[in-house]
């Protein structure tokens, strides 16, 4: 069993930053990939980021050059770095764990960028 933990998540201005962060708790495997998933009202859910046990990373084009996907192994953390923030990137984003065994995710942080 794995339980994920999120935080960091709340209202900006155009152009703000945040980070999101997102502990893993339980039965976690040595090798799996974590991510950040979000989803707006009305909108299908979408990758944004994910990095793997191993340290490859995904992005979703619409957030390259803005956010940053990184992970403390000895922690069970992994982190969104969200800079430049648009309007367009208002949404619940939810952390994932996937590993041969599990696929879980977390109950979702609101992320709201507004004036």
């Known amino acids: 069993q794995v339980q994920l933990v999120e935080s960091g998540g709340g209202l900006v201005q155009p152009g703000g930053s945040l980070r999101l962060s997102c502990a893993a708790s339980?039965?976690?495997?040595?090798?799996?990939?974590m991510g950040w998933y979000r989803q707006a009202p009305g909108k299908q859910r979408e990758l944004v980021a994910t990095?793997?046990?191993?340290?490859?990373?995904t992005y979703a084009v619409s957030v390259k050059g803005r956010f940053t996907i990184s992970r403390d192994n000895a922690k069970n953390t992994v982190y969104l770095q969200m800079n430049s923030l648009k309007p367009e990137d208002t949404a619940i984003y939810y952390c994932n764990y996937r590993s041969w065994s599990y696929n879980v995710w977390g109950q979702g942080t609101q992320v709201t960028v507004s004036s």
């Open positions: 990095i793997s046990s191993s340290g490859v990373t």
């Open positions: 339980g039965s976690i495997s040595s090798i799996n990939t």
